[in-house]
Every structure is written in C-alpha cells, then in structure tokens.
C-alpha cells in the first residue's frame, strides 16, 4: 500500500466541479488487483447534506483530488462514501473507488468542463484564466 496526502478535493456534480474546503485529507492505493483506492477527507460540516445524500443513495459519483502538492493534476476518481464519521466543527468522509480514467493534465479537464457548462470565445477564456488562479489559491489553503 502506498499513502499521500490530500491538498485539494472537488465534487463533480451536473458537469461541474464544486470545490470542497479540505482540512485534512489522506488517499491509500491499495495495490490491489481491483484497482481501489481508499480517500478520506476531513471537512467542515456544512458538507454534511451533500455527503449524507450521496452514503444514502450509495450510487457511485464522480470527486477530483490533488495528491501531496498543489502543483500537481487533480486525479479523478469514481467513488462511492463508505462512512461518514460526525465530530465537533467537522466530518470525516471515507470514500472507496477507482481512478476513473488515466489522469489528463489540469488544463485539459477544466477546459472541457467550461465547454460543457456552455462557456465559449472571449468568455471561455476569461473564465478559464479565472478558474486557472483560483486553483493556484485553493491548493495553496
């Protein structure tokens, strides 16, 4: 088995990414045949619903993690939550999955995404410019 440390998490949701506040977070590979991989992220409670309804529904879902530093791609996952673990301010999600595809680099992913979510011309690239910093600043947090 093999650990890293977590540094930026995302939600997937309606082809947008929906970016978590992470406090903490861990990722073992298991180095099984399977290929699954353990994720554990600890987040503030205000999560709470959007986790709870995805553990209820235990359909699998779509996050992005950036592993050990901030410079790094977001690896994306297909998961399902495990676990959800209630402490003081915060919760403890315990996702199970897979890598969901081989990892393209960031810039590729995001600019598929702001084609989804029906960015184009000058517009596409100003969000893509805005969205290219905000990720800098968030796994920078």
């Known amino acids: ?4 440390k977590i540094v930026a998490l995302q939600l997937l949701e309606n082809k947008k990414a929906q970016d ?3 406090e903490d977070g861990l990722i073992i590979n298991k180095e099984s045949e399977d290929g699954t991989w353990i994720i554990e992220a600890y987040i503030p409670k205000k999560y709470n619903d959007i986790f709870q309804t995805r553990l209820a529904s235990k359909e699998t879902f779509d ?3 950036i592993i050990t530093h901030a410079d790094n791609d977001p690896a994306p996952f297909t ?3 495990s676990s959800i673990q209630q402490l ?3 919760i403890s999600v315990l996702f199970q999955g897979r890598l969901s595809k081989k990892r393209n680099d960031y810039s590729e992913m995001l600019l598929d995404d702001l084609i989804k979510e029906g960015y184009s011309g000058e517009q596409l690239l100003a969000e893509f410019k805005q969205r290219m910093q905000s990720r800098q600043v968030l796994s920078r947090q």
């Open 1 to 4: 088995m093999k650990t890293f």
């Open 20 to 22: 978590i506040e992470l």
């Open 63 to 65: 996050i992005r993690v």
């Open 79 to 81: 998961v399902t939550i």
């Open 88 to 90: 003081k301010d915060h």
